[in-house]
């Protein structure tokens, strides 16, 4: 049996333009996917641009990439909070599937 993780990953390459920049992008996903997450970051970075008087690359992509960070840990957080909600239901569904079943 061959281990797939050893198997070269085909990838896909394309040219995407954030904040004026053209950059060479290469991933596992589907150009589409790569050429969606190049549009979350441009839109991100020109709505920080759009309210910082002086243009400073760099500074507008370190709080583009610190909001998308945020967005990220707030989804993660949601979805944890979400699971414990999922297991504390399980556990009383399964607590009078049992109750129902010894009757």
Same mark, same amino acid.
């Given at each position: 049996?061959?281990?797939? =993780?050893?198997?070269?990953?085909?990838?896909? =390459? #394309?040219? #995407?333009?954030?904040?004026? =920049?053209?950059?060479?992008? &290469?991933? /596992? !996903?589907?150009? *589409?996917?790569?050429?969606? @997450? %190049?549009?979350? #970051? $441009?839109?991100?970075?020109? /709505?920080? +641009?759009?309210?910082?008087?002086?243009?400073?690359?760099?500074?507008?992509?370190?709080?583009?990439?610190? $909001?998308? %960070?945020? *967005? @990220?840990?707030?989804? $993660? !957080? !949601? !979805? /944890?909070?979400? &699971? #414990? *909600?999922?297991?504390?239901?399980?556990?009383? @569904?399964? +607590? /009078? @599937? =049992?109750?129902?079943? *010894?009757?």
């Amino acid at each position: 049996m061959r281990d797939k =993780s050893m198997e070269p990953r085909s990838t896909t =390459s #394309v040219d #995407v333009e954030i904040f004026g =920049s053209v950059y060479h992008v &290469r991933g /596992e !996903q589907d150009r *589409e996917y790569l050429l969606k @997450l %190049a549009d979350i #970051v $441009n839109t991100k970075m020109r /709505e920080i +641009g759009d309210h910082m008087p002086v243009v400073d690359t760099g500074k507008i992509a370190i709080l583009a990439a610190l $909001n998308l %960070a945020d *967005e @990220l840990l707030q989804c $993660n !957080q !949601q !979805q /944890e909070g979400e &699971r #414990v *909600e999922i297991m504390e239901k399980v556990n009383e @569904l399964t +607590g /009078e @599937l =049992s109750a129902a079943l *010894e009757t």
